[in-house]
Each structure stands twice: as C-alpha cells, then as structure tokens.
C-alpha cells in the first residue's frame, strides 16, 4: 500500500534560517512519482516539484532544493534563506503509476512558520 | 498561463440539502479529480473521472457523492443530502496526457470551502 509520512508537524524558525522539511514514503511500485505542494494561508495548493522514481538527481531553484534518495525512500525539501512568505502547509504527495489513474497520496503536511 | 477554476469559492447549507461544487478544469486536460481537506487535516483522494466516467473512487466517495461533466469544461461534484462531516474544503484537479514533462502533474483549483450546518 502507498504511504507518505511527513513526521514534522511544525517548525518555526526565523527568517534567513535554512529549514529541512522530510517525506518517507512507501511504495510497492517500481515507478512513481513524488510531488511537493504548499498551501499558504489561502488555502490554495500549489505546486512546487515533481520528480519520477528513475530520477534521483538533485534539483534546485532558487532557495529551494529537493533531495531524493530511494535508499531510504526519502525526498525531502529544503529552503535556504527562510522567508516570511516561505510560512505555510507544506504536503508530500506520492503517485504509483500502475495502480490505475494515479490519484495522489498525500502526506499530513508540514506547517512551516517564519517570524521576521 | 491557464489555471483550474472553481465556484462558488465558499459554500454554508444546512444539514441535508444537497449542493454542487463546480470546477473548470484546464482547456487540454483529460483526467479529472475531486479532492477534500477537513480543516486541519491532510488531502484525500475523493474519485478520478476521464473519458466521461469515473475511473477511481475511494471509500470516502458512497453513493451520496456523484460527479459529472455535463458539457466541454464544467466538471461537477453533487453531494445529495450533505452531513456535518461533509464540511471541508474540496478541491478539484485536472492532469493532460501529452507526455511531457509536465504532462503527469495534477494541478489543483483554488477550492470551496463547504461548511455544513
């Protein structure tokens, strides 16, 4: 059965403040994809990254980076340089390719506050 | 650059009455999702729609819940009679298939937000 798990509930840190954000994530198949959103206060989710199991490298843009290890079916989030714009909700999600039409497994979610 | 819309953004009924969530998918796009977040909580899959039936549903989604696309763009979600556990936010997704890169991810609408009284 697929599975995410965003164990950090929350994390406050100050602005500037590099912050790691994790996702494990479980998973019978062989290919899939792994998806980080964020839901700011609107409500709205946005989409921040998509990157598909045969795809371990490394990705950056801008402050953001992503780091995917299937070692440890980890793909965690990392922010450089916090912002106060930065504070939000922000969801794993994992989608098998061969279990049908691909819903979108999410985890808890991550809320992440930064204070000036 | 072309986005998922829905309406109304907000929604209060009464208990028992039912109500439709509309969603504009993106013009291209094939596949179609309803989503719900109960406040606080994580995202949950609701029910998969593409090709003008339902492809996937969950548990969550019984027979009070129906979807449905009644012309080019509009893409409905009906709860017949709404409970108190019904309110949340829902949102709707809609993912294309042209194989590109980008052509796998779901893009989600702003939501509703439903509350039930």
């Known amino acids: 059965a697929q599975k995410v798990t965003q164990a950090q509930t929350e994390i406050s840190v100050v602005e500037k403040e590099d912050v790691t954000l994790d996702c494990v994530y479980e998973?019978?198949?062989?290919?899939?994809?792994l998806f980080w959103y964020k839901q700011p206060p609107s409500g709205e989710l946005v989409f921040l990254i998509r990157r598909n199991s045969f795809d371990e490298q490394n990705e950056i843009s801008g402050r953001y980076s992503w780091n995917f290890q299937k070692s440890t079916s980890s793909f965690n989030f990392t922010i450089t340089a916090s912002q106060v714009v930065d504070s939000a909700v922000y969801f794993c999600?994992?989608?098998?390719?061969?279990?049908?039409?691909?819903?979108?497994?999410f985890g808890t979610g991550t809320r992440l506050l930064v204070s000036p | 650059e072309p986005e998922v819309t829905q309406t109304p953004s907000h929604q209060v009924t009464q208990m028992g009455q039912e109500v439709i969530l509309r969603c504009v998918p993106i013009?291209?796009?094939?596949?179609f999702y309803w989503y719900r977040q109960i406040l606080g909580q994580k995202v949950e899959f609701l029910v998969s729609?593409?090709?003008?039936?339902?492809?996937?549903k969950s548990e969550i989604f019984d027979d009070q819940f129906s979807v449905e696309r009644p012309d080019g763009s509009n893409f409905t979600l009906k709860i017949r009679s709404t409970k108190l556990e019904d309110s949340a936010m829902y949102f709707c997704a809609s993912r294309d298939t042209s194989g590109r890169a980008l052509g796998e991810t779901q893009y989600f609408g702003p939501g509703t937000r439903l509350l039930v009284l």
């Open positions: 013009s291209n796009h094939l596949y």
């Open positions: 999600a994992l989608r098998e390719e061969n279990t049908g039409f691909q819903k979108l497994v």
């Open positions: 729609f593409y090709n003008n039936e339902i492809s996937e």
């Open positions: 998973t019978r198949d062989t290919t899939y994809y």
